[in-house]
């Protein structure tokens, strides 16, 4: 392997070794965005990043994801908020909404959104299928192998020893 090919290796793992970390590490967690509420922002299928907080620190403009009991998250944005039993009521809507969400979230914690992979999501859904994850497994095995495989010398370097 060339210094090049090896610093580019090299790095690629560090990039994804900081973004597990930073996920896993400090508490943050990782939301697929499943529908195309929050395009232009947040294109459907991107990967938002989001850490656990208290429902009543958010502000108008912040974008989180709560979830009602027995209904799947949703993630828009903040249009307002105000204390409410036990944590706050949240008024939101999507960025691609004309209207707010036709009833306020009663809710304690919310995932706060810092950001977000657009498309990341519909990588890590592949991943995460039998296929995806055999292909990712043997990609990795073949960057392993390849880049520990033994090289042989140049023939004009063979011949000077």
Known sequence: MSRLEGVAVSGIGVIVATILVGVFGFGLGVVRLASGSMTPTYPTDSLLIVRDVDAGSVVPGDVVTVTRDGAIPITHRVVSSEPGPGGAELVLRGD??????????????????????????????????????????????????????????????????
């Open 96 to 161: 691609a909404n004309d209207t707010a969400d036709p009833q306020p979230y009663q809710v304690q914690r919310v995932g706060l959104v810092l950001g977000g992979i657009p498309f990341g999501g519909a990588a890590l859904a592949t991943l995460q299928s039998p296929v995806g994850l055999g292909i990712a497994t043997v990609t990795v095995a073949l960057l392993v192998l390849w880049a520990w495989w033994p090289r042989r010398q140049p023939l004009h370097l063979a011949e000077s020893r």
